[in-house]
């Protein structure tokens, strides 16, 4: 079975023997993990979710997405929004993203502007 261990402990400069460590295995069990030659337990799968900031699914390639919305604290209005953009079409979410990134640009504009009149 495929695995993104190796990748998400390079991403974040860990060596085998670090991860070893923090998940009280041997260092060739980890090289096991990360050539698919054996599969961690759930136990040492939800360690690395955590250390990671991953769901055990993404390290296991069941999914391409890293953290489900569900797993990340949103606020009402956040989902609201995420719902809402679920909805549009390929071009509706473009052109939502383009006025959104105005909206955050101009409010940084702003931002800066009262910073240097102070």
């Avoid at 295995?25 to 990671?52: C, K, W």
């Avoid at 956040?78 to 052109?95: G, Y």
């Avoid at 955050?104 to 102070?118: E, H």
Wanted: proline fraction near 2%.
């Amino acid at each position: 079975m495929a695995n993104r261990i190796r990748a998400l402990r390079e991403e974040i400069n860990m060596t085998q023997i670090r991860l070893s460590t923090e998940l009280e295995v041997s260092q060739e069990t980890i090289s096991a993990y990360e050539t698919g030659r054996h599969n961690p337990s759930f136990a040492l799968l939800a360690r690395m979710s955590d250390l990671f900031h991953v769901s055990m699914d993404y390290i296991m390639e069941l999914s391409d997405v890293r953290k489900p919305l569900a797993e990340m604290a949103l606020t009402d209005e956040e989902r609201a929004a995420v719902n809402l953009f679920s909805r549009l079409n390929e071009t509706e979410r473009a052109l939502a993203m383009t006025y959104m990134q105005g909206m955050y640009d101009a409010a940084q504009a702003q931002s800066k502007k009262a910073a240097l009149k102070l």
